[in-house]
C-alpha cells in the first residue's frame, strides 16, 4: 500500500531550525512532483513549497523564501523540508504531498506538526 509518512516536526524557539522528511514507499517517486503544504489552527491550508521531478525547478511562497530549502532524494524516495529561522507564525502542520501535477496534490500523508515558540 502506498503511504506518505512526515517526520521532523516538534516544538522550536523562534529562530530555531527543524528539518522536515517526507518518506515514501509504494510510489516511483521519480515519476512525480512534490510538495509540502502547511495549516494552522482555524487557517485554510497554505502551500508552502514545491519541487519538480527532476528537482530543477522550484516553488516557495513568499514567507519563507530564504528561510526553507526543499529538496529531494529519489533513489531514498524522500522529500525534505529544511526550515530555519523559525517565526511563531510557522506554527502548523506539515504535509507532503506527491503527484503528477505541479506541487503534487494526489495523494497526502497525514502531517507532522511544527510549533515556534516565542
Known amino acids: 500500500q502506498a503511504q506518505l509518512v512526515e517526520s521532523g516536526g516538534g516544538l522550536v524557539q523562534s529562530g530555531g531550525s527543524l528539518n522536515l522528511t517526507c518518506t515514501t514507499s509504494g510510489y516511483a517517486l521519480s515519476h512525480f512532483a512534490i510538495g509540502w503544504f502547511r495549516q494552522a489552527p482555524g487557517k485554510d491550508r497554505e502551500r508552502v513549497s514545491c519541487i519538480s521531478i527532476k528537482g530543477d525547478n522550484t516553488y516557495y511562497t513568499d514567507s519563507v523564501k530564504g528561510r526553507f530549502t526543499i529538496s529531494r532524494d529519489n533513489t531514498e524516495s524522500k522529500a525534505y523540508l529544511q526550515m530555519t529561522n523559525l517565526k511563531p507564525e510557522d506554527t502548523a502542520n506539515y504535509f507532503c504531498?506527491?503527484?503528477?501535477?505541479?506541487?503534487?496534490?494526489?495523494?497526502w500523508g497525514k502531517g507532522t506538526l511544527v510549533t515556534v515558540s516565542s
Open positions: 504531498t506527491v503527484g503528477s501535477a505541479w506541487c503534487g496534490m494526489n495523494w
